[in-house]
T-cell receptor, first 117, second 115 residues
Framework: GAVVSQHPSWVICKSGTSVKIECRSL??????MFWYRQFPKQSLMLMAT?????????EQGVEKDKFLINHASLTLSTLTVTSAHPEDSSFYIC?????????????FGPGTRLTVL | AQSVSQHNHHVILSEAASLELGCNYS??????LFWYVQYPGQHLQLLLK??????LVKGIKGFEAEFIKSKFSFNLRKPSVQWSDTAEYFC?????????????FGGGTRLMVKP
C-alpha cells in the first residue's frame, strides 16, 4: 500500500509556457501532500505543503504565483509551473502523507523531470 | 529550524563489506527520523523510521539504524552489502512542533557496491 504516482514522468516545453504536474495517492487518502524540487546531485528541497481544500503553504523563496498548487481532493494535488523558464528545469517530486495511521510518514512519487527550452 | 547533515557524500564498498552511513541532525526537541533510499532511476522509498521506543530500528532489506539522542545521530547500518544496494541514501528528520512537521532531508550519500 501507500503508492503515489506522478504524471507526466517527464516533460519538455518552450520558455513561456505553463506546465501542470499531477500527484495522486493511489490506494490511500492524503490530507497533506508535499512538493519538492531536486537539483542534480543535490538533496530534495521542500517547495510547498498542500492541504486538501485549503491554500498551500510555500517555503521561503518559492514564488507562489509561479508555482501554483491545487489540492482539490484527498487523492490529487497539482503543481502548475507558470510561464516556465530554463531555470525552472528540474526534477519535481511530490509526496503524500496518510491522514490516519502512520501520520508522519511521507510516501513519494517517482518524480517529474521538467526541461524548459 | 532543523538541519540534517550526512557526512559521507560518496561511499564505495565491495560486496559483503559492512556499511555505516552517518546522519546527524540539529534540533533540541522531539524528532521523528527516517532513512529513504533512491535506487537508480526509481523514486524514493522508505527504508526505516524511528518515532519512539527501541532506539535500534530494523528496516527492510537487512538495514538497521540506531538513534542516539545524546549525539543527535541516526546512523544507518548493514552488516553485509550487496551489489543491489547501490543507490542514494537520504536521512530525513521531522521536528515535532505545533507548526506542523516539516520533513528536512540531508544531502544524501551515494553508495556504490562493487561486485
Amino acid at each position: 500500500g501507500a503508492v503515489v504516482s506522478q504524471h507526466p514522468s517527464w516533460v519538455i516545453c518552450k520558455s513561456g509556457t505553463s506546465v501542470k504536474i499531477e500527484c495522486r495517492s493511489l490506494d490511500f487518502q492524503a490530507t497533506t501532500m508535499f512538493w519538492y524540487r531536486q537539483f542534480p546531485k543535490q538533496s530534495l528541497m521542500l517547495m510547498a505543503t498542500s492541504n486538501e481544500g485549503s491554500k498551500a503553504t510555500y517555503e521561503q523563496g518559492v514564488e507562489k504565483d509561479k508555482f501554483l498548487i491545487n489540492h482539490a481532493s484527498l487523492t490529487l494535488s497539482t503543481l502548475t509551473v507558470t510561464s516556465a523558464h530554463p531555470e525552472d528545469s528540474s526534477f519535481y517530486i511530490c509526496s503524500a502523507r496518510r491522514s490516519l495511521a502512520d501520520t508522519d510518514t511521507q510516501y513519494f512519487g517517482p518524480g517529474t523531470r521538467l526541461t524548459v527550452l | 529550524a532543523q538541519s540534517v547533515s550526512q557526512h559521507n557524500h560518496h561511499v564505495i564498498l565491495s560486496e559483503a563489506a559492512s556499511l555505516e552511513l552517518g546522519c546527524n541532525y540539529s534540533y533540541g526537541g522531539t524528532v521523528n527520523l527516517f532513512w529513504y533510499v533512491q535506487y537508480p532511476g526509481q523514486h524514493l522509498q522508505l527504508l526505516l523510521k524511528y518515532f519512539s521506543g527501541d532506539p535500534l530500528v530494523k528496516g527492510i532489506k537487512g538495514f538497521e539504524a540506531e538513534f542516539i539522542k545524546s549525539k543527535f545521530s541516526f546512523n544507518l547500518r548493514k552488516p553485509s552489502v550487496q551489489w543491489s544496494d547501490t543507490a542514494e541514501y537520504f536521512c530525513a528528520v521531522t521536528a515535532i512542533h505545533n507548526a506542523g512537521n516539516m520533513l528536512t532531508f540531508g544531502g544524501g550519500t551515494r553508495l556504490m557496491v562493487k561486485p
